[in-house]
């Protein structure tokens, strides 16, 4: 079993459609949380934390279930330039040097 | 721009050859981290940083890969007789470890291609 599995997608959704992602993750002793987002051919840029209650910006909304082992996010009103690859991030421990990225979501959204 | 640089961003080399690469993080930064990526996947952990010492390398990491970070700035990676496998996206990233913003930031990574 994969440390961080995600669906692959692709998503391909219309302009303002709401999507979500799930991503599960198999060590429960996971510390912190993120979700990345990735152009094509572009580092992986940060998009937001993930905290135990949840949290929201703008657009998007990440939460957390300990107690079954996934990440999710969810994307409102979805624009054309959400398009890319979505990572979900794990960390395994406290200080941030062992994080465990997801293979991706690819999401295209269409006009 | 005051993020992270990698340089350079496209490497094509014949195997067998070494190559360097360099990154620079972020100046506040005292964490420096390597990844690898390849197509369809996530970035996969090489090596980090603390300041100038490399506290941490993973499996992935053989032998024929090196990486220094000598004052605690920059860090090169250099990779001696590469191979076709090698043929992959090198990340960097840095990030602090104080206040609580552990978040990482990628530089653009250097493209290698291997022939």
């Known amino acids: 079993r994969k440390e961080v599995e995600q669906d692959p997608g692709p998503f391909n959704v219309p302009e303002g459609a709401t999507v979500a992602f799930n991503c599960t993750y198999s060590?429960?002793?996971?510390?912190?949380f993120f979700w990345y987002r990735q152009d094509c051919r572009k580092e992986p840029k940060l998009l937001m934390s993930?905290?135990?209650s949840g949290n929201e910006d703008g657009r998007f909304t990440a939460q957390l279930n300990r107690a079954s082992q996934y990440i999710s996010l969810l994307i409102r009103d979805s624009k054309l330039s959400d398009s890319a690859t979505y990572l979900c991030v794990v960390n395994e421990r406290y200080n941030n040097n062992d994080m465990r990225f997801g293979a991706g979501t690819r999401l295209t959204v269409k006009p | 721009d005051t993020g992270v640089s990698q340089d350079p961003r496209h490497k094509i080399t014949k195997r067998g050859q070494n190559v360097t690469f360099r990154c620079d993080p972020i100046?506040?930064?005292?964490?420096l981290y390597w990844y690898r990526q390849t197509l369809g996947q996530g970035p996969e952990f090489l090596t980090y940083f603390q300041n100038e010492a490399q506290l941490e390398k993973s499996r992935l990491l053989s032998d024929r890969f090196s990486a220094e970070r000598p004052k605690g700035s920059f860090s090169t990676l250099e990779i001696q007789r590469t191979e076709q496998g090698d043929s992959a996206m090198y990340l960097c990233?840095?990030?602090?470890?104080?206040?609580?913003?552990?978040?990482?930031?990628f530089g653009p990574g250097t493209r290698l291609t291997v022939t």
């Open positions: 100046s506040e930064h005292n964490r």
């Open positions: 993930v905290y135990s």
């Open positions: 990233a840095s990030s602090r470890t104080s206040g609580g913003a552990y978040e990482q930031y």
């Open positions: 060590n429960s002793a996971s510390q912190s």
